[in-house]
């Protein structure tokens, strides 16, 4: 069935197969170094810039994330400051009340203290005026007294109107009275 081919075409074939590939492998690799010697600077370019963007990519990736963290730390910070509003406002409100209620204290106070100054002045008024009225007593009880034992007799003292009362007063007495008033 096959076909009898001469076994030196077949070798001759071979041989004329691989002498091509490694001459076309020689003259590629010659070719890829001369290539390589030529190269074109837009490549470069463009490899360069691919280089930079690949960074450019890695470096807003982490911006991106900073940010993030940043935008979610003004949010806490954001709700703290809210919450010590609140708070501030709170005590703010709560100082008012307290003023208030310290100043109505205070005045009340200050009316109870007048009040408390009348009373005082008014018992001791009263109390004046009751040692008085018991020394008039006194005095007036002292007198009835004299008048009944017989001591004091105006009936029998010439000129008792004028003489018999000067007469039974002690002058020290009479200053120390006027003194008084």
Known sequence: MFIDINQELILMT???FLLGWILSSISSRMGDRHRARRRDPRDDRIRELEAELRIANSEREQLHEKHEAVLTELEDANDSIEKRDNVISHQQSRVEDLKKDLKESVAKTRELRQELTDRAEETLRSEVKIREIET???VAQAS???????????????????????DLVDPD????????S
């Open 144 to 166: 009835t007294d004299l008048l009944a034992t017989g001591v004091l007799d105006y009936s029998m003292a010439p000129d008792a109107k004028d003489d018999g009362a000067n």
């Open 14 to 16: 071979i041989g004329a």
């Open 173 to 180: 007495a009479m200053e120390a009275g006027s003194s008084k």
């Open 136 to 138: 008039e007593l006194s």
